[in-house]
T-cell receptor, first 113, second 115 residues
Framework: GNSVTQMEGPVTLSEEAFLTINCTYT??????LFWYVQYPGEGLQLLLK?????DKGSNKGFEATYRKETTSFHLEKGSVQVSDSAVYFC????????????FGKGTRLHILP | GAGVSQSPSNKVTEKGKDVELRCDPI?????LYWYRQSLGQGLEFLIY????????KSGLPSDRFSAERTGGSVSTLTIQRTQQEDSAVYLC?????????????FGNGTRLTVT
Protein backbone atom coordinates (compact mmCIF):
# COMPACT_ATOMS: atom_id res chain seq x y z
CA GLY A 1 0.00 0.00 0.00
CA ASN A 2 0.88 3.67 -0.07
CA SER A 3 2.87 5.14 2.81
CA VAL A 4 4.99 8.10 3.85
CA THR A 5 7.85 8.01 6.34
CA GLN A 6 9.47 11.16 7.62
CA MET A 7 12.17 11.74 10.18
CA GLU A 8 11.04 11.99 13.74
CA GLY A 9 11.47 15.18 15.64
CA PRO A 10 11.85 17.37 17.32
CA VAL A 11 14.64 18.93 15.32
CA THR A 12 16.43 21.82 17.00
CA LEU A 13 18.74 24.11 15.04
CA SER A 14 20.34 27.47 15.46
CA GLU A 15 19.32 30.35 13.26
CA GLU A 16 21.05 30.37 9.86
CA ALA A 17 21.77 26.63 10.02
CA PHE A 18 21.10 24.31 7.08
CA LEU A 19 17.94 22.25 7.36
CA THR A 20 17.08 18.83 5.98
CA ILE A 21 13.93 16.94 6.90
CA ASN A 22 13.88 13.51 5.31
CA CYS A 23 10.80 12.05 3.67
CA THR A 24 10.53 8.76 1.80
CA TYR A 25 7.46 7.17 0.30
CA THR A 26 6.01 3.94 -1.01
CA UNK A 27 3.52 4.12 -3.85
CA UNK A 28 2.81 2.68 -7.27
CA UNK A 29 3.43 4.77 -10.32
CA UNK A 30 3.98 8.48 -9.98
CA UNK A 31 2.18 10.04 -7.03
CA UNK A 32 2.18 13.76 -6.37
CA LEU A 33 4.22 14.83 -3.35
CA PHE A 34 3.65 17.70 -0.95
CA TRP A 35 5.06 19.41 2.08
CA TYR A 36 2.61 21.09 4.45
CA VAL A 37 3.50 23.36 7.35
CA GLN A 38 1.66 24.11 10.57
CA TYR A 39 2.87 27.21 12.39
CA PRO A 40 2.12 27.51 16.12
CA GLY A 41 -1.56 28.17 16.67
CA GLU A 42 -2.39 28.05 12.99
CA GLY A 43 -3.91 25.60 10.53
CA LEU A 44 -2.06 23.47 8.04
CA GLN A 45 -1.07 25.12 4.81
CA LEU A 46 0.63 23.93 1.67
CA LEU A 47 4.34 24.78 1.57
CA LEU A 48 5.37 23.26 -1.75
CA LYS A 49 4.61 20.41 -4.13
CA UNK A 50 6.03 18.36 -7.00
CA UNK A 51 4.04 16.27 -9.43
CA UNK A 52 6.60 14.29 -11.42
CA UNK A 53 10.06 12.84 -11.16
CA UNK A 54 12.90 15.37 -10.91
CA ASP A 55 10.46 18.23 -10.29
CA LYS A 56 11.65 20.67 -7.65
CA GLY A 57 9.07 22.41 -5.50
CA SER A 58 10.11 25.64 -3.79
CA ASN A 59 8.58 28.30 -1.57
CA LYS A 60 9.79 30.68 1.17
CA GLY A 61 13.39 29.49 0.68
CA PHE A 62 12.43 25.84 1.13
CA GLU A 63 13.05 23.29 -1.61
CA ALA A 64 12.29 19.63 -2.19
CA THR A 65 13.14 17.48 -5.21
CA TYR A 66 11.02 14.52 -6.32
CA ARG A 67 13.50 11.63 -6.55
CA LYS A 68 11.90 8.58 -8.13
CA GLU A 69 15.05 6.48 -7.90
CA THR A 70 15.26 6.86 -4.14
CA THR A 71 11.50 7.43 -3.58
CA SER A 72 12.31 10.53 -1.57
CA PHE A 73 11.16 14.12 -1.24
CA HIS A 74 13.48 15.63 1.36
CA LEU A 75 12.79 19.19 2.51
CA GLU A 76 15.77 21.56 2.60
CA LYS A 77 16.49 25.16 3.47
CA GLY A 78 19.88 26.79 3.33
CA SER A 79 19.49 29.21 6.24
CA VAL A 80 16.64 28.80 8.68
CA GLN A 81 15.02 31.56 10.68
CA VAL A 82 13.27 31.57 14.03
CA SER A 83 10.02 32.13 12.14
CA ASP A 84 10.44 28.72 10.47
CA SER A 85 9.68 27.02 13.77
CA ALA A 86 6.67 24.84 13.00
CA VAL A 87 5.56 21.29 12.34
CA TYR A 88 6.25 20.01 8.84
CA PHE A 89 4.26 17.23 7.19
CA CYS A 90 5.22 15.28 4.09
CA UNK A 91 2.26 13.99 2.07
CA UNK A 92 1.54 11.84 -0.95
CA UNK A 93 -1.39 11.90 -3.35
CA UNK A 94 -1.66 8.56 -5.22
CA UNK A 95 -2.12 8.31 -8.95
CA UNK A 96 -5.41 6.50 -8.35
CA UNK A 97 -7.77 9.35 -7.58
CA UNK A 98 -9.94 7.09 -5.44
CA UNK A 99 -7.07 6.49 -3.02
CA UNK A 100 -6.74 8.78 -0.07
CA UNK A 101 -3.95 11.31 0.49
CA UNK A 102 -1.36 9.97 2.92
CA PHE A 103 0.46 12.13 5.49
CA GLY A 104 3.65 11.46 7.40
CA LYS A 105 3.60 11.84 11.17
CA GLY A 106 5.06 15.32 11.11
CA THR A 107 8.40 16.74 12.22
CA ARG A 108 8.51 19.51 14.80
CA LEU A 109 11.22 22.07 14.08
CA HIS A 110 12.60 24.48 16.71
CA ILE A 111 14.91 27.27 15.60
CA LEU A 112 16.94 28.95 18.31
CA PRO A 113 17.94 32.62 17.95
CA GLY B 1 -15.91 32.63 1.83
CA ALA B 2 -12.79 31.68 -0.04
CA GLY B 3 -11.50 28.99 2.29
CA VAL B 4 -12.66 25.86 4.09
CA SER B 5 -14.94 26.80 6.94
CA GLN B 6 -15.44 24.69 10.05
CA SER B 7 -17.89 25.20 12.87
CA PRO B 8 -17.90 25.47 15.74
CA SER B 9 -14.31 26.53 16.27
CA ASN B 10 -14.45 25.29 19.84
CA LYS B 11 -16.77 22.80 21.49
CA VAL B 12 -16.81 21.72 25.11
CA THR B 13 -19.13 18.85 25.89
CA GLU B 14 -19.82 16.46 28.70
CA LYS B 15 -18.86 12.83 28.44
CA GLY B 16 -21.70 10.82 26.97
CA LYS B 17 -23.21 13.63 24.91
CA ASP B 18 -23.39 13.64 21.13
CA VAL B 19 -21.63 16.31 19.07
CA GLU B 20 -21.89 17.37 15.46
CA LEU B 21 -19.05 19.09 13.63
CA ARG B 22 -19.59 20.90 10.37
CA CYS B 23 -17.35 21.51 7.38
CA ASP B 24 -18.03 23.82 4.44
CA PRO B 25 -15.49 23.06 1.70
CA ILE B 26 -14.29 25.42 -0.97
CA UNK B 27 -16.93 25.75 -3.67
CA UNK B 28 -16.34 23.27 -6.48
CA UNK B 29 -14.05 20.98 -4.47
CA UNK B 30 -15.31 17.45 -4.87
CA UNK B 31 -12.97 15.73 -2.42
CA LEU B 32 -13.38 16.26 1.32
CA TYR B 33 -11.31 14.79 4.13
CA TRP B 34 -11.67 14.61 7.89
CA TYR B 35 -8.60 14.26 10.10
CA ARG B 36 -8.04 14.31 13.83
CA GLN B 37 -5.04 15.87 15.53
CA SER B 38 -4.40 15.24 19.19
CA LEU B 39 -2.11 17.52 21.20
CA GLY B 40 1.41 17.26 19.83
CA GLN B 41 0.49 14.42 17.50
CA GLY B 42 0.33 13.98 13.75
CA LEU B 43 -2.71 13.77 11.53
CA GLU B 44 -4.99 10.81 12.04
CA PHE B 45 -7.09 10.09 8.94
CA LEU B 46 -10.77 9.55 9.67
CA ILE B 47 -12.77 9.51 6.44
CA TYR B 48 -12.67 10.74 2.88
CA UNK B 49 -15.50 11.75 0.54
CA UNK B 50 -15.49 11.87 -3.23
CA UNK B 51 -18.67 13.76 -3.99
CA UNK B 52 -21.27 12.33 -1.62
CA UNK B 53 -19.77 8.87 -1.36
CA UNK B 54 -17.07 7.74 1.04
CA UNK B 55 -14.59 5.39 -0.68
CA UNK B 56 -12.57 5.08 2.50
CA LYS B 57 -14.03 5.01 6.01
CA SER B 58 -11.18 2.98 7.41
CA GLY B 59 -10.00 5.66 9.80
CA LEU B 60 -13.16 6.05 11.86
CA PRO B 61 -12.07 4.98 15.38
CA SER B 62 -15.32 3.28 16.37
CA ASP B 63 -18.99 2.97 15.46
CA ARG B 64 -19.64 6.06 17.60
CA PHE B 65 -18.18 8.09 14.73
CA SER B 66 -20.09 8.74 11.52
CA ALA B 67 -19.96 11.29 8.75
CA GLU B 68 -22.10 12.32 5.86
CA ARG B 69 -21.93 14.70 2.98
CA THR B 70 -24.90 16.02 1.10
CA GLY B 71 -25.14 17.83 -2.20
CA GLY B 72 -21.45 17.31 -2.76
CA SER B 73 -20.77 20.19 -0.41
CA VAL B 74 -21.26 20.45 3.35
CA SER B 75 -20.14 17.57 5.53
CA THR B 76 -20.95 16.75 9.13
CA LEU B 77 -18.96 14.53 11.44
CA THR B 78 -21.01 13.14 14.30
CA ILE B 79 -19.59 11.64 17.45
CA GLN B 80 -22.09 9.83 19.65
CA ARG B 81 -21.67 9.22 23.36
CA THR B 82 -18.44 11.20 23.47
CA GLN B 83 -15.53 9.95 25.55
CA GLN B 84 -12.59 11.88 26.97
CA GLU B 85 -10.24 10.27 24.46
CA ASP B 86 -12.25 11.95 21.70
CA SER B 87 -10.78 15.30 22.78
CA ALA B 88 -8.73 16.62 19.87
CA VAL B 89 -8.74 19.11 17.02
CA TYR B 90 -10.86 17.86 14.14
CA LEU B 91 -9.63 19.11 10.80
CA CYS B 92 -11.49 19.22 7.52
CA UNK B 93 -9.81 19.68 4.15
CA UNK B 94 -11.01 19.81 0.58
CA UNK B 95 -9.45 19.58 -2.85
CA UNK B 96 -10.19 19.45 -6.55
CA UNK B 97 -10.16 15.70 -7.02
CA UNK B 98 -9.93 15.82 -10.78
CA UNK B 99 -6.22 16.52 -10.71
CA UNK B 100 -3.72 14.34 -8.91
CA UNK B 101 -1.67 17.45 -8.28
CA UNK B 102 -4.40 19.23 -6.36
CA UNK B 103 -3.32 20.02 -2.81
CA UNK B 104 -5.57 19.92 0.22
CA UNK B 105 -6.92 23.15 1.63
CA PHE B 106 -7.45 22.91 5.36
CA GLY B 107 -9.92 24.61 7.62
CA ASN B 108 -8.87 25.96 11.00
CA GLY B 109 -10.38 23.00 12.78
CA THR B 110 -12.82 22.38 15.60
CA ARG B 111 -11.22 21.96 19.02
CA LEU B 112 -13.31 19.41 20.89
CA THR B 113 -12.95 19.04 24.64
CA VAL B 114 -14.84 16.28 26.40
CA THR B 115 -15.09 16.82 30.15
Amino acid sequence: GNSVTQMEGPVTLSEEAFLTINCTYTATGYPSLFWYVQYPGEGLQLLLKATKADDKGSNKGFEATYRKETTSFHLEKGSVQVSDSAVYFCALRPMNRDDKIIFGKGTRLHILP
Amino acid sequence: GAGVSQSPSNKVTEKGKDVELRCDPISGHTALYWYRQSLGQGLEFLIYFQGNSAPDKSGLPSDRFSAERTGGSVSTLTIQRTQQEDSAVYLCASSLALSEASPLHFGNGTRLTVT
